[in-house]
T-cell receptor, first 114, second 113 residues
Framework: GENVEQHPSTLSVQEGDSAVIKCTYSDSASNYFPWYKQELGKGPQLIIDIRSNVGEKKDQRIAVTLNKTAKHFSLHITETQPEDSAVYFCAASPRGDSNYQLIWGAGTKLIIKP | NAGVTQTPKFRILKIGQSMTLQCTQDMNHNYMYWYRQDPGMGLKLIYYSVGAGITDKGEVPNGYNVSRSTTEDFPLRLELAAPSQTSVYFC????????????FGQGTRLTVV
């Protein structure tokens, strides 16, 4: 089955700098890749997603890139702000799998230093 | 618009007790999911439903049961609670299959002692 690995587990960046979180997946048939942000005490919230027919997608300061050949996708946050501090999760949705589920990475704790 | 509402937010159970975690969504989504989140881990799917009257097991279903009598409600039942069920539980709903564009509730923190 699908396996998603996420790195790093913790990332500390200076406010205003960029942050990059990377995920790799194992099932080449996976075709949907969302990123979720989880703030303390809250449920995950979808911030951006990408499908396998697209290589890059941007939404203001957030972008996601997908490399299907290498089977990895990355979250890019530019001009980081204190409110970006949270845990970020990537996930992949395999096709041909009867369980109708997303397979999740273990999460990255992003710390924005003032 | 409330989205996905979970109750309770916190609960402490004794070993062997039972309880039901409630989940309601007001977005008319067909797809609903229950996840558990253990410290330092990603979410694991417990059960899911593709519509009223239809449920199926996810990755970690043992010790849990669900029902889906209406589109809005998807309760999760824990029978004979065990310490291994100490976790944070999230309910989610989605307008599409395979968890696409899923909305999550705020979670229930359960401790079994």
């Amino acid at each position: 089955g699908e396996n998603v690995e996420q790195h790093p587990s913790t990332l500390s960046v200076q406010e205003g700098d960029s942050a990059v979180i990377k995920c790799t997946y194992s099932d080449s048939a996976s075709n949907y890749f969302p990123w979720y942000k989880q703030e303390l005490g809250k449920g995950p919230q979808l911030i951006i997603d990408i499908r396998s027919n697209v290589g890059e997608k941007k939404d203001q300061r957030i972008a996601v890139t997908l490399n299907k050949t290498a089977k990895h996708f990355s979250l890019h946050i530019t001009e980081t702000q204190p409110e970006d501090s949270a845990v970020y999760f990537c996930a992949a949705s395999p096709r041909g799998d009867s369980n109708y589920q997303l397979i999740w990475g273990a999460g990255t704790k992003l710390i924005i230093k003032p | 618009n409330a989205g996905v509402t979970q109750t309770p937010k916190f609960r402490i159970l004794k070993i062997g007790q039972s309880m039901t975690l409630q989940c309601t969504q007001d977005m008319n989504h067909n797809y609903m999911y229950w996840y558990r989140q253990d410290p330092g881990m990603g979410l694991k799917l417990i059960y899911y439903s593709v519509g009223a009257g239809i449920t199926d097991k996810g990755e970690v279903p043992n010790g849990y049961n669900v029902s889906r009598s209406t589109t809005e409600d998807f309760p999760l039942r824990l029978e004979l609670a065990a310490p291994s069920q100490t976790s944070v539980y999230f309910c989610a709903s989605s307008p599409y299959d395979r968890g696409t564009e899923a909305f999550f509730g705020q979670g229930t923190r359960l401790t079994v002692v």
